[in-house]
């Protein structure tokens, strides 16, 4: 076998530590992965104010003042804390830049009071991306491969490939970039261009300049080695169109060879209902009446009564356009005449809670709805629900839909990114596990939903669905296996 790699794993969230979103069980779950087959993998992250120290035994690998990041003309220290994720057997490192000004406070990218993106975001991505470079010099630890993910890693590429290019310790280093949503961008006034310490060649239409502005994301995109997406059907998406390559279709385009869509795996022990002890009853594809106590207990929690017969759509979502949440205000007095109980879990913009909220008041006996995070309520819905609604507008992968089947959740989806690639429409196939609809319109939604509820009807071909979609193995190796492949191709 040939000499395992070492990778550096660079991100901006990453569970149990902090999560907004995918992002993070994607962070914990392939460097576990990668791990198990062989390679030796850290993770890098920022030290936010939220993460406990005692809870996650978080110590110290570098002392304070012991790193200076030049910030334009200032200069920040940084010192760095380490933890493990230790939930598996792959015990994977997690180093976290830690600056009191940069990252003391609670929030991840914004304000919990104002919910207004923090004013310094250019400053504090600068400052971990370079203090991930100068932390890997003092560690002495030299990877192979850094796997940047998203526009907040989005420097690190640019950095090796101008100011640290004639650095003996980063000659042989490779670099990976991970576009998990490309429509969070990092876009910032041109004035930030100047705290990067990057050469003017840099802010070009070339580099990374963005129409006069300077790009995160874009610098991610033009220095990295490879590019790779979270789905094939995303990856064919962002450099076809401009609605899904939002204004970086050409760029996109232009590094058709080096882009590679890998779709994600999910974790097959913090997501199995045979083992979950987050469910009110424990069950597999053999045991699947069983899930009806799941139900049970999902109404409870909602204050919606239970029977039996009665359908529940689920949902658990950050409450933003891309996830479809118009299309179900346009059709949510059609969609609730049916015969059925609609639960939601979710946080994010006012205007989408306002409704839910105004739909659960209107409906009481039918619509429960829950305003917050909950990992508890997250995984009782999987295992509740009888269908999954996930109507999203553009969905990179997506993993809830993931997590759905592994529960006998059926799925109700938008074709796009990653709801695509791993939904198997049932009018399609005998094999399906779920119902799909293509164009973007309220009236495509409703037909879907009906179609599922009539399917519903008839109980043994809806148990069919059911174990077709449990059967399906979206577990971990196959994709950590192609990025391994990926990395390989790019050390000689
Ligand atoms: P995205 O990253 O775009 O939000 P994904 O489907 O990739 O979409 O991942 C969302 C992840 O966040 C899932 O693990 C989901 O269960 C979780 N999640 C989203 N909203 C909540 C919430 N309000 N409470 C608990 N978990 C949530
Ligand atoms: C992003 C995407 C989501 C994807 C996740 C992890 O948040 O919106 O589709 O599953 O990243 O890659």
Not at 91 to 115: D, M, P, W
Not at 447 to 474: E, P, T, V
Request: with cysteine; net charge positive.
């Amino acid at each position: 076998m040939s000499k395992p790699l070492n990778v550096l794993f660079v991100t901006s969230e990453v569970e149990p530590f902090v999560k907004t979103g995918g992002l993070a069980d994607v962070s914990a779950s392939l460097p576990q992965a990668i791990k198990e087959l062989g390679h030796e993998i850290r993770i890098a992250a920022p030290r936010y104010g939220s993460i406990s120290e005692r809870k996650f035994k978080i110590h110290d690998v570098i002392r304070l003042k012991e790193i200076e990041i030049p910030i334009g003309e200032q200069k920040k220290v940084a010192n760095v804390n380490s933890s493990f994720i230790a939930n598996t057997k792959a015990k994977v490192q997690v180093y976290f830049i830690a600056s009191k000004e940069y990252f003391g406070r609670h929030g991840i990218y914004a304000s919990q009071e104002t919910k207004k993106d923090y004013a310094d975001n250019d400053e504090r991505f600068i400052f971990f991306s370079r203090g991930v470079l100068e932390t890997l010099k003092r560690l002495g630890w030299q990877p192979d491969v850094i796997h940047c993910n998203d526009w907040q890693t989005g420097l690190i590429p640019a950095y090796l490939k101008t100011i640290y290019s004639n650095d003996p310790f980063f000659k042989n280093v490779k670099t990976v970039f991970t576009i998990h949503n490309l429509a969070y961008q990092g876009v910032f006034p041109a004035a930030s261009f100047k705290k990067t310490g990057l050469p003017d060649s840099a802010f070009t239409p070339e580099g990374l300049e963005f129409y006069g502005k300077m790009s995160f994301m874009k610098a991610g995109l033009v220095y990295s080695d490879v590019i790779t997406t979270v789905s094939e059907k995303y990856a064919e998406e962002i450099r076809t169109s401009a609605e899904y390559g939002c204004g970086l279709e050409g760029v996109i385009q232009k590094r058709k060879s080096h882009l590679h869509g890998i779709v994600n795996g999910i974790d097959h022990e913090i997501w199995n209902p045979q083992t979950d002890t987050l469910i009110a009853t424990r069950y597999d594809s053999h045991s699947i009446e069983s899930k009806s106590e799941n139900k049970k207990a999902l109404l409870k929690k909602f204050n919606l009564e239970f029977k039996e017969s009665i359908p529940i759509i689920g949902m658990i979502s950050r409450l933003v356009d891309q996830k479809g949440l118009d299309l179900i205000e346009r059709i949510s007095e059609d969609m609730i005449k049916a015969d059925i109980k609609f639960v939601l879990l979710g946080a994010g913009e006012k205007q989408y809670q306002d409704f839910f909220e105004s739909f659960h008041k209107k409906h009481p006996s039918k619509v429960g709805v829950y305003f917050g995070y909950s990992d508890e309520i997250a995984h009782l819905i999987e295992a509740g629900s009888d269908m999954y609604l996930m109507p999203s507008k553009y969905e990179p992968c997506g993993l809830n839909q993931m997590y759905s089947l592994r529960y006998g959740t059926v799925p109700i989806v938008r074709a796009t990114g990653g709801l695509e690639d791993t939904i198997v429409d049932v009018d399609s196939a005998t094999s399906g596990t779920g119902f799909k609809f293509k164009k973007y319109e309220a009236k495509e939604l409703l037909k879907a939903i009906h179609r599922a509820l009539k399917m519903y009807q008839d109980q043994n071909a809806w148990k069919k669905i059911m174990r077709n979609g449990m059967a399906q193995d979206f577990s971990w190796e196959t994709s950590a296996k192609k990025y391994a492949t990926l990395y390989r191709t790019l050390v000689k």
